[in-house]
Structures are given as C-alpha cells and as structure tokens.
C-alpha cells in the first residue's frame, strides 16, 4: 500500500515567498503522514491569475504582470528549497507551478523524489482560451511519465485532462498514477454561467479519466479565500459579483473509478489522503486495458511524436481480410 495525497489549499495569491513557505508546510504535514507522494494544483505557485476570464486582456494586465513578477525558474532557489523539503519528509512532490524562462511563463509542472531530486519537468502544451494571454505551450515531448519505485507516475493540467488523445498517449506510457492539476472551481457563482469550469464537470473527468486509464488519480486543486477577492477582482464590484470564495475539490480516484477520499469543506485547507494498491490496477486491467487487449490499432491508431522515434505502443497488426482483397485487385 502507499499513502497519497491531493492538496486542497489556498495559495498566498500572487507572492511567490508566501506561497513557498506554505508549500513546505503542507510538505511537512504530509510528511509526517506518511504521505509517499503528494500533488498540488495548476499553477500553485504563486496562484491561478483568475482575473483574465472576467475582463477584456488589456484590463487584465495588472493581475498578468503580478503573476509574471511572481513566476519562478525550475532550478531557482524556490525549486531548491521545495526540493529540501521533500527529502526532509522522505516524500515525492507533483507540484504545479508557473514556471520563467527567459522572457516567457508557462505553467509547468515537477515531479521531485523523496532524495530532493527534480525528475521531471513539463508545461501544459495548449492553455486554454484566455490562459494563451500569459502562458506559452509545451513542446511535443511533455505526454510523459516517470518509472517510480511507486509505480508509472504522470501529471497533466486542468483541461489537458480532458483531450482525449492526451489520455491515450498517457495510458500508452503505462501511467499507474496520474495527478491532474486543477485550479480553484470558485470563480463564477453562477455554475450554469460556465458549468465546464465547474468542480462537478471537471470531478466527473477526474473519475473519468482513472476509470478508461485503469489508473489512480489524484485531483488536487486551490481555494479562493475570502482576503484574495479582492485582489483578483482589483477592487471592482461587478467583477467581484462575479466570484465567491470557496471552490475546493481535491479528491483521489481508483482505477475502477470509485472515490476513495471523503469530500473536504470546499472552503477549507486539507490533504486529500488515501492508500492505494497497485495491485487494483491489475483487476481493473482484466476489464478494460485501453493501450492493450481493449485497445484496437488496426482500427484507429494513436502515435506520439516528438521523442527519439515515434512511440507506436501497439503497431498495426496485418489484416488477412484486406491483404486478400488487395492481392485480389492486382
């Protein structure tokens, strides 16, 4: 069995030390549960800049450039000190972080080991609608996963979790564990005003996304606070009419789909903590292996690009039928 968790928490919204501070406090906690791996949401650090969905680009730009100022590199001081505290808690870290490089954001994800060891760093390939205002994509090579001593483990960002040829080419790798990175589902106090950005909608993608994958997810997502209300809505009343607090979901899927964390207060910081067995997957799999015996490239294939060759995990098998048909025409 390993212990897991999916972070439930507010970020010091827009202070990239106030936020580090508390990523190694929760590290710590997690620690000390015993948690082997433990997953925060999209861009936790320093927080989701939530104001470019409510107001035209050029308005947005004071929360746009607060987020830039606060953005950190992948192998700055802030990256070495979440690294530190891994190992200190003997934990492995999925965090989700907006990421400088040069003159350019991305919203980034790292994987670091219970050694303080970066692994693995990848971005979001194509933010979504108003995110391609502050973030640039990811290159081709960032559908990948990472052979841990817990199992093939693998992240994506918000609606990346929802593309179906990135779940296909997720489930190809082998992914055993996945963490999807979500951001707080509290931006709009009308659901059907945008139920797509809902915590039911993009729950239900968590759980589907661990059901078709026969794999574990961890749904780990922020919480907008009452004190960051107003500084994501700048003051403004109509804007702020348009935001509540809360927006809480982070939960832990199965690979049969089934729940396996109580619900957190949606306005509450928690560790979303579960133990898992690989060994589930194995009856999951007996199911439904979508890269293998339920998978079928004769039909339809599914390629990923961009690594030392394309990766074909299951090649087009030679159709009799068709081969009859074709020596039959010549």
């Known amino acids: 069995m390993i212990k897991v968790a999916a972070v439930q928490a507010a970020p010091v919204w827009m202070d990239a030390q106030g936020t580090l501070d508390k990523t190694i406090a929760l590290i710590e906690e997690a620690g000390r549960k015993d948690v082997k791996l433990i997953a ?4 936790w ?13 050029m308005a947005a730009m004071e929360v746009v450039m607060k987020h830039r100022m606060n953005a950190i590199t992948k192998d700055g001081p802030e990256m070495k000190a979440i690294s530190d505290a891994a190992a200190s808690a003997g934990t492995w870290v999925m965090l989700g972080f907006a990421e400088r490089d040069r003159g350019s954001i991305y919203c980034s994800q790292a994987l670091i080991d219970d050694r303080g060891e970066v692994v693995m760093t990848r971005r979001k390939l194509r933010p979504t609608h108003m995110e ?61 005003q945008a139920y797509a ?52 979901s982070a939960m832990v899927f199965g690979p049969d789909g089934y729940r396996l964390t109580d619900p957190i207060d949606e306005h509450t910081d928690g560790l979303a903590i579960a ?39 299951n090649p087009p098998q030679e159709n009799p039928l068709l081969k009859a048909v074709d020596e039959n025409a010549a």
């Open 132 to 192: 391609r205002t502050v973030w640039g994509e990811g290159p081709v090579t960032d559908i990948t996963v990472v052979d841990t001593p817990m199992g093939k483990v693998g992240g994506l960002c918000c609606w990346e979790n929802i593309q179906p040829i990135n779940r296909q080419g997720m489930y190809q790798l082998g992914e055993q564990i996945h963490v999807a990175c979500w951001p707080s589902f509290g931006m709009f106090k009308d659901v059907r």
């Open 275 to 313: 133990d898992i067995d690989l060994g589930m997957i194995e009856g999951a799999k007996v199911f439904a292996d979508p890269a293998g015996h339920y998978y079928r490239p004769d039909v339809a294939r599914h390629v990923l690009d961009g690594y030392a060759g394309p990766i074909d995990a």
């Open 197 to 248: 950005l809902s915590a039911e909608a993009n729950m239900a993608e968590s759980k589907s996304y661990a059901l078709q994958g026969s794999c574990f997810v961890l749904a780990a997502n922020s919480i907008i606070t009452e004190e960051s209300l107003d500084a994501i809505t700048m003051g403004n009343d109509d804007l702020r009419a348009m935001v509540q607090a809360g927006g809480g």
């Open 45 to 57: 650090l320093p927080g989701y800049p939530f104001s470019i969905w409510l107001q035209p680009p």
């Open 40 to 43: 925060f949401g999209e861009v």
